[in-house]
């Protein structure tokens, strides 16, 4: 398998995890796949409805990768997320050394379904503090759509 088909392949897991969640009605569209050399250590949803706040996707990944690997640093670590990370996932990342996010839709596309996103990108917050995370954003743009549409589509969706 060549780099990008091994890329849609990860980005594919954290959607299909989001997908799975939203159908629980435990959580919002937002799954976040982490990787280390080709191998996937964690893949998790946002759980924010369970009664915390902080259990964004890319948190509760990096939680499971940090509990596999037995360490707070993952670097060397590559974080997919289906949606760019919010101000406090960023920082997470940013503090857990992760190298790389690859995002699919980003904060405008969130804000605009209601959800109350602070309007800072990844880009604005790399720039300002002077963080070596790599950014890629837009990566299967149309599939992360497709998952916030869906989910919008939804009972729970509606309720929100």
């Known amino acids: 398998m060549n780099t990008e088909d091994l890329q849609k392949k990860y980005m594919r ?3 299909h995890d989001a997908e799975q969640n939203c159908k629980t009605g435990n959580g919002g569209p937002f799954g976040a796949c982490i990787v280390k050399q080709g191998e996937v250590i964690a893949v998790a949803h946002n759980t924010v409805l369970q009664a915390d706040a902080t259990c964004h996707a890319e948190v509760n990944a990096i939680r499971q990768a940090s509990q596999v690997l037995n360490t707070y640093d993952l670097s060397g670590c590559m974080i997919y ?3 760019e990370p919010c101000p406090m996932c960023f920082s997470a990342i940013h503090w857990a050394n992760i190298a790389q996010i690859i995002s699919g839709t980003c904060i ?3 804000q605009k379904m209601g959800f109350h996103e602070l309007p ?3 880009q604005t917050l790399k720039e ?3 963080s070596p995370i790599q950014l890629t954003p837009n990566f299967l743009r149309e ?3 497709l998952l916030l549409q869906h989910w919008q589509n939804s009972e729970q969706g509606h309720a929100y």
């Open 13 to 15: 897991l954290a959607i």
């Open 120 to 122: 800072i990108t990844n």
């Open 143 to 145: 599939e992360c759509l």
């Open 128 to 130: 300002l503090g002077n």
């Open 81 to 83: 997320s289906t949606t």
């Open 108 to 110: 405008a596309d969130v």
